[in-house]
C-alpha cells in the first residue's frame, strides 16, 4: 500500500487530513526539517499510531529517502518511546513524590547508537512522545532539542507531522469499523 491509497481511504469530511497530510510530509509543510528527518519523525509516528496500512504506507515513502539503519532508528524510537511514555507519564502524574526519585530500571541502549542522528532520534521521540500523551517526554526531548539548537519552527514540524499522522489513523480506523454498521442499517 502506498499513501496515495491511504488517502483515498480518508473520508470526505475529514479531507483536511488529506491535504494537511500531503502538507506535513513535504520540505514546504514542514520548515525546518530536512527529507530524512521528515521520514524518520513519519515513521516514527505512523508505528505509535497503531494503523498497520498506514505505517506500511509511510514505511515505503521512508524506504525511498532513509538507510536500513535510519528506518530501524525510527522504528527504535516508537518501541522505546511506547515503554518510556507509559513510565515516565506514571511519575510525573502520579501524586506521590516517592516515584520520582526511584531509578527508572529500564533499559534503554538503543539511545546511545539509534541508527539514524541524534538529533533525528530526539525528533522522533519527541513525536511519539506527542501521540502517547507524555508530558514529562516531551519537556525532556523539546529541551534536549533547543540545547542543540533546533529551531521551534523545526521542533512544531515533527510534532504537526505526529499529529497528522495520528488523525489520520484514527479517521481511517473508525471510518471503516463504521462502514459494516452503516451498511447493515441501511
Known amino acids: ?3 496515495e491509497a491511504i488517502k483515498a481511504r480518508i473520508p470526505d469530511y475529514a479531507k483536511d487530513l488529506r491535504l494537511n497530510l500531503d ?3 513535504s520540505e514546504s509543510g514542514a520548515p525546518g526539517l530536512s527529507p530524512k528527518q521528515i521520514a524518520i519523525v513519519a515513521l516514527a509516528s505512523a508505528i505509535a499510531a497503531r494503523h498497520q496500512p498506514l505505517t506500511q504506507a509511510v514505511a515505503v515513502q521512508a524506504g525511498a ?4 539503519a ?6 527504535a524510537a516508537a518501541a522505546i518511546m511506547a515503554m518510556n511514555n507509559i ?3 506514571f511519575t510525573h502524574l502520579v ?6 526519585t526511584m531509578r527508572a530500571g529500564l ?3 538503543v539511545m546511545a547508537n539509534p541508527g539514524c542522528s541524534k538529533i533525528d532520534f530526539e525528533l522522533a521521540s519527541l513525536a511519539v512522545s506527542a501521540i502517547n ?3 514529562k517526554c516531551l519537556a525532556s526531548h523539546e529541551k534536549t532539542l533547543r540545547k542543540h539548537e533546533v529551531s521551534a519552527q523545526a521542533i512544531q514540524s515533527a510534532v504537526r507531522i505526529a499529529a497528522v499522522i495520528h488523525g489520520v489513523a484514527v479517521t481511517i480506523e473508525q471510518a471503516e469499523a463504521a462502514a459494516p454498521s452503516v451498511a447493515e442499517a441501511a
Open 65 to 68: 529517502v532513509l538507510t536500513p
Open 95 to 100: 501524586e506521590e513524590s516517592e516515584y520520582q
Open 107 to 109: 533499559r534503554m541502549n
Open 87 to 89: 513510565y515516565y507519564r
Open 1 to 3: 500500500m502506498n499513501l
Open 70 to 75: 535510519e528506518l530501524d532508528g525510527a522504528r
Open 133 to 135: 500523551g507524555c508530558g
Open 23 to 25: 502538507s506535513v510530509l
